[in-house]
């Protein structure tokens, strides 16, 4: 045993090494690819959060026993507001030999305002971010289309301002656009999150938020305005 034991401690020296140089790698690629499309989109871009974006009271923000933002991007995409970053969650298990370990969930997310003073809603695909919406506590909310109904997973404080928000063009919009996104309002804030992409994929990321954010019905506006 002890002959083995100089080449097995070589072998996970250079394991533990390689998986570090990897890991430093995936961060680099990732630093640069954010300071890239800072640039061609004319973004700030901050490795950290300078704007404590955590506090923003979205039930996403509230998942899992430790979590964090890093790379920032802010300034003005197609004339309108937003901060797109990354952002991840862990949760954190103990095994019966009393070893702790992490699980992390990874997201990529784009915040944008508007003009209006929103109940909570939570519109998620059914095949990937249902538990964000169960989070809510609040029972899924039924619409007209059946399709639309086995597709997303909608969930307010506030039944009658989810079908002012949903109306029949956002469904249809949702059916056709909505893909892997979920959407989170709350106040005069817009949350959209999906699985982490890569720097690269974030502009259709920050195209579908903004039409997202184009198809809120004017009624919204008119029912539940901003200081109102």
Known sequence: MNDWFPFVFVLFALVAGGL???????????L?????LAQRLGLRHSREDPFGLLDEPFSLFRRG????????LDGTY??????????????ESTDSKGNRSRSYSRFSCVLMPMDASCFRLSIAPENLFTRLADALTFRDIGFESEEF??????????AAFAHAFVDARMVAWLLANGGPHAFEVV???????RRRIDPSEYPGMLDAAVAFRAQVPRVVFDLYPRGG
Do not use: C, M
């Open 20 to 30: 570090a140089y990897w890991q430093w790698q995936a961060r680099k690629r990732r």
């Open 32 to 36: 640069e690819g954010f300071t890239l």
């Open 65 to 72: 026993d430790g979590r964090g933002i890093e790379h920032v």
């Open 78 to 91: 197609r004339e309108v507001p937003i901060r797109a970053f990354d952002y991840w969650y862990y949760d």
């Open 149 to 158: 109904n086995r597709a997303w997973n909608v969930t307010s404080d506030d």
């Open 187 to 193: 106040g005069d804030r817009i949350l959209v999150a």
